[in-house]
């Protein structure tokens, strides 16, 4: 357990399906960032919250909408997805924003399949 | 634009040695970084370097030469349960994270 949980551990929701992706952490961060990782593809930065606000969204379909109610809480609501969105969807925290990397915590994942 | 490159796959045999290379083109360097992730698992950071040189962390060794853009993780008596996925990432000069695809390293007997 790294101190970063996500729920559920694996998805399986249909082109139609609304479901949303948890992220929680109880280290005090005050940064949470969600990444997509594909198979043999780099890890992709998707949203970054700092202190509840979003301060990056890297050209990422609407049909993925974050949402940070507070600073330990970070979802993902997913609706009308697509097969090729089918990948790890990772959950990392960090005690500030803008540190590149350095004391990044990572969640270990949902597995989301796209049908 | 920004790339990192390593193998997509090496394979070794308990009780080896094994050299994982990462070579880098940013925008810049701030730190890189050498994460393990094991299949299901969150990735954790093994090591963390800024400057050139070697730096031990048990039976892990990092390396890095930034006049190269070239860094490698080198793995020593190797167990099982090193199979993992290995992944290089570099901070550039907007301390923006660069991730590689990662190196899956399968371990055998």
């Known amino acids: 357990e790294t101190g970063v949980t996500q729920t559920p551990r694996h998805l399986v929701m249909g082109m139609t399906n609304k479901k949303s992706l948890k992220c929680e952490q109880h280290?005090?961060?005050?940064?949470m960032y969600w990444y997509k990782q594909s198979a043999k593809k780099p890890l992709e930065l998707m949203f970054v919250?700092?202190?509840?606000?979003?301060?990056e969204n890297n050209s990422v379909p609407s049909r993925f909408s974050p949402e940070c109610p507070n600073s330990s809480h970070l979802f993902l609501h997913l609706h009308t997805l697509q097969p090729e969105d089918s990948a790890l969807y990772l959950c990392?925290?960090?005690?500030?924003?803008?540190?590149?990397?350095?004391?990044?915590?990572f969640g270990s994942g949902t597995r989301l399949t796209v049908v | 634009g920004q790339n990192i490159d390593q193998p997509t796959e090496m394979t070794a045999t308990e009780g080896a040695i094994v050299q994982i290379n990462c070579t880098y083109q940013?925008?810049?360097?701030?730190?890189l970084f050498w994460y393990q992730q094991h299949a299901g698992e969150a990735p954790t950071c093994l090591t963390s370097t800024v400057l050139d040189g070697v730096e031990e962390k048990g039976r892990f060794t990092s390396f890095l030469r930034r006049t190269k853009g070239y860094s490698y993780l080198l793995l020593k008596e190797l167990q099982m349960k090193d199979s993992a996925s290995y992944l290089c990432a570099v901070t550039d000069s907007n301390y923006q994270l660069i991730w590689g695809a990662g190196t899956k390293l399968i371990i055998k007997p």
């Open positions: 990392a925290s960090s005690q500030e924003s803008g540190t590149g990397g350095y004391g990044y915590t």
């Open positions: 280290l005090g961060h005050n940064a």
């Open positions: 919250y700092s202190l509840e606000e979003r301060v």
């Open positions: 940013t925008s810049g360097f701030n730190g």
